[in-house]
């Protein structure tokens, strides 16, 4: 009983965390616009500059760089890259981009979202770009995406170009002289990555109060506190045991499992949650 109790105790302190996976990723070393990893589209948009592969970051690598940016006072929000990627059964999206461009390029760039290819809104601050002199003097815009973007085939992401967020009316200059819709601007090592239901004992996890109303099972099932989709019960191997969407007050029967802990995860209200149970 000593050895049992001691083993409950072990499983009471760990949980389980989702596993970080790169969903689709653009390096553009074999000079191509088409992803090194996964799969989804790139374009450039509204920029009318032909689309070259010029050194990248590392500078062993390639980049992809356009020209023929809008006029100044012009079209600001509007022209850069854009880049679409199905985000089905991932969550807690991230976005990595590392960019640089000419001297007389927009020196500030804003990475937008959409989750049903028309409607973009702002994520991160707007993101003063280093030059391309140097290697040294890439940046890299790195944002949480909403949970809106969860489990989304529709997601796209862009880089776009926009006025000095100082005056909000006028581009500045990358490199300190005159702005010129003609200046070139790369972007490399684009990256998109997410949660999937792979999982491991780790740290414990966010629970929400409201998802699992009693947290010790006995034949009754599991109960919800919340209407829940994309509800799983893991054993403590990482294993998926059980799958289901929920109501509100719903039970989950849970007769066929074996004694022991488990960790349920879903999401309620757009937002992941977990919960750990003990099954008697």
Known sequence: MKKIYSLFVALATATVMFAQTTITQWNFDASSAAPSTGAGTASIIVATGTPSFPVGNPGSGKAWSTAGFPAQSTGSGTAGFKFDVSTVNYSSIVVSIDIAGSGTCSKYFQMQYTVNGSTWTNVGAATEIGTTSSPANWVTMTNNIPAAANNNANFSVRIVSVFDPANNSTYSANGGANYAGTGTTRVDNVTITGTTGSLAVSDLSKVKANFVKNTFVKNEGITFGAQAKDVKVYNMFGQVVKSASVK?????????????????TGTVNNQPVSQKILKD
């Open 248 to 264: 509100e007050n719903e039970t989950l029967n849970v007769s066929d499992l074996a004694k022991g802990s488990y960790i349920v």
